[in-house]
């Protein structure tokens, strides 16, 4: 652990965190709250840059500097995706009674979320 290594983490983990901010308003701003679209769009998404970046890089890219490694899988995407917020609205959503709803947003999050991380794998895979 140098401390280029955690300056990287810490300026991805900032652009992260910022990203997560704006799409989560905006999506909550389209689609409401009556379910955490926001959340579950943004779990996604970052299911399907980390399966992309990481194939990229340890498949496809071997020239790219490790430094991306801490700027991006960790550091943005880490705080990008939001597991933590995820369990908190389905925790709501169970104390509220909407146990579908519940049940729904873990399936598709879960689903959706595996099947974005093979997308990105397959098209890192196909196209770099």
């Given at each position: 652990m140098t401390p280029r290594a955690l300056l990287l983490v810490g300026l991805g983990g900032a652009l992260g965190a910022i990203a997560r901010f704006?799409?989560?308003?905006?999506?909550?701003?389209?689609?409401?709250?009556?379910?955490?679209?926001?959340?579950?769009?943004?779990?996604?998404?970052?299911?399907?840059?980390?399966?992309?970046?990481?194939?990229?890089?340890?498949?496809?890219?071997?020239a790219l500097p490790e430094a991306w490694r801490f700027l991006f899988p960790i550091g943005f995407v880490g705080a990008y995706t939001t597991f933590s917020t995820f369990e908190y609205e389905t925790a709501l959503l169970v104390e509220r009674g909407a146990w579908p709803r519940a049940l729904g947003y873990v399936l598709a999050s879960i689903v959706t979320g595996f099947l974005a991380v093979a997308a990105g794998t397959a098209l890192a895979r196909r196209f770099l």
């Open positions: 704006v799409v989560a308003n905006l999506v909550a701003g389209w689609l409401g709250t009556a379910w955490p679209w926001g959340t579950f769009l943004i779990n996604v998404s970052g299911c399907f840059a980390i399966g992309a970046f990481m194939t990229a890089v340890t498949e496809r890219l071997v």
